[in-house]
């Protein structure tokens, strides 16, 4: 199964790039799985400034079991609505890192080698951060989560960069540079399936 991952900070347009992602392949005849943000399933801990421990693993882990459920129904692309590595950002932001915390972002950032590409994605000034009854709608604390990503993906995103499409939330509602960036994902994708085309026809030399 490949996997797409869609990261970054909340209103940045990740889940209408997820639902626009998930119907541009379909039309392809793509078996697409579209997974959610874990958070909005009903998440039984505390969520945005007030998570706390439980509210991270509790993520981390509905994102793992969610992506291998994709894969073990024989779904031939996921289209992941964050990755298993964003809930360590919104954790971190506001507590201290601990021992446990921080071994599971050592597990989150092996997996990141898991998703074929992944997007990461910022706001623009010229889209508003609206209330979805979900996500905060401080600017403050947006721009807070923004800093802490950029953070991680410094620190951490080094294996992957190769794979890593950075867009904005123009690229994701402007009409003409959405087809672009769209584009620009499905060429991305197929760079890796040449990868494993080559290495099936070396394998059976």
Same mark, same amino acid.
């Given at each position: ?13 990740? %889940? ?38 439980? %509210? ?5 882990? &509905? ?17 992941? /609505?964050? &990755?298993?590595?964003? +809930?360590?950002?919104?954790?971190? *932001?506001?507590?201290?890192? &601990?021992?446990? +915390?921080?071994? *599971? ?15 990461? %994605? ?14 905060? %709608? ?31 939330? /123009? /690229? ?34």
């Amino acid at each position: 199964m490949y996997k797409i991952g869609i990261m970054g900070v909340h209103g940045a347009g990740k %889940t209408s790039l997820g639902y626009l992602l998930s119907a541009h392949f379909k039309m392809k005849g793509i078996n697409v799985k579209l997974i959610h943000e874990s958070v909005r399933e009903n998440c039984p801990f505390p969520i945005n400034a007030d998570a706390n421990q439980g %509210t991270c693993l509790w993520n981390f882990h &509905t994102q793992f079991r969610n992506e291998l459920d994709a894969e073990a129904q024989g779904y031939e692309l996921a289209i992941c /609505d964050r &990755t298993v590595v964003d +809930t360590f950002v919104y954790y971190h *932001a506001v507590n201290k890192e &601990t021992n446990v +915390t921080m071994a *599971a972002v050592h597990q989150g950032v092996q997996w990141l080698k898991t998703y074929d590409v992944l997007i990461c %994605t910022e706001p623009s000034t010229s889209v508003e951060l609206f209330d979805d009854g979900v996500r905060d %709608t401080d600017i403050e604390y947006q721009n807070l989560i923004k800093s802490v990503f950029d953070d991680i993906l410094y620190r951490y995103a080094g294996d992957v960069a190769e794979r890593v499409i950075y867009a904005t939330s /123009d /690229d994701i509602f402007d009409e003409e540079r959405k087809e672009a960036l769209v584009a620009k994902i499905e060429l991305h994708l197929k760079k890796f399936l040449n990868k494993d085309a080559k290495k099936e026809e070396l394998s059976e030399v």
